[in-house]
């Protein structure tokens, strides 16, 4: 089963708005990555939030870790017509530190 | 112009036959992994490799195989046992195996089977 679920699935904007996604998991991680996807291409690392941490910044980028709710949101300020694209979440798992399980994903429209 | 590189784009195939999708990298690194992506859908694993010479079967190996006799390379055939082959195949590297290292992915071949 899918380790990390984001929500919303489709989120649109306008140009100048913050866009916030989440992401929710099953079992205890060691750390979270947040990904963007551009409609037909690879995958770009965004960042990474440990188990440890609470909140990182990168940027215009923000994320947020609650372990105990087991639940992870980024936020995106001042969005701009190029951060239309699809986000994920990716986690690892105790015994599983090998591997990453990506969640579906949130599409992202800004629009100018 | 260090790098993951994919080839081809775009791979149609025909019922029954096998296919091999190329991944190469340039970033010295030790670890590669194979998703499979279906619309709408997150990644999938297919199969991972922490070294050369080693390889691992992800959540979803079965009609696939793999080979890393190359640091820098790591082919993935969808063989005709892969019942519903059709999907987007992303190819990723990372420094080491380790769950806290980024993943830098390739451009993606996209399969279709006709």
């Known amino acids: 089963s899918q380790q990390g679920e984001e929500d919303p699935q489709a989120l649109s904007i306008q140009e100048g708005e913050n866009a916030t996604m989440n992401c929710s998991y099953k079992t205890s991680i060691n750390n979270l990555q947040w990904y963007r996807q551009n409609s037909g291409r690879g995958l770009v690392h965004l960042i990474l939030?440990?188990?440890?941490?609470r909140e990182k910044h990168s940027g215009r980028l923000r994320v947020t870790l609650d372990t105990s709710k087991k639940s992870s949101s980024l936020l995106i300020t001042a969005s701009r017509a190029a951060d239309t694209a699809s986000y994920f979440c990716?986690?690892?798992?105790?015994?599983?530190?090998?591997?990453?399980?990506f969640g579906k994903g949130t599409l992202l429209t800004v629009n100018p | 112009d260090g790098g993951i590189t994919q080839s081809p784009k775009y791979l149609f195939r025909k019922e029954g036959q096998n296919v091999t999708l190329s991944c190469e990298q340039n970033?010295?690194?030790?670890?590669m992994y194979w998703y499979r992506q279906d619309p709408g859908q997150g990644l999938r694993l297919i199969y991972y490799s922490q070294i050369v010479n080693d390889f691992q079967k992800g959540d979803i190996a079965e009609g696939y195989s793999v080979s890393r006799e190359k640091k820098e390379s790591f082919p993935l055939t969808v063989t005709s046992a892969q019942k519903n082959p059709t999907a987007f195949y992303l190819c990723a590297s990372s420094e080491s195996s380790g769950s806290y290292n980024e993943q830098f992915f390739g451009p993606g071949t996209r399969l279709t089977v006709l």
């Open positions: 939030i440990r188990s440890n941490e």
């Open positions: 970033l010295n690194h030790d670890a």
């Open positions: 990716a986690t690892d798992g105790w015994g599983s530190n090998y591997k990453l399980t």
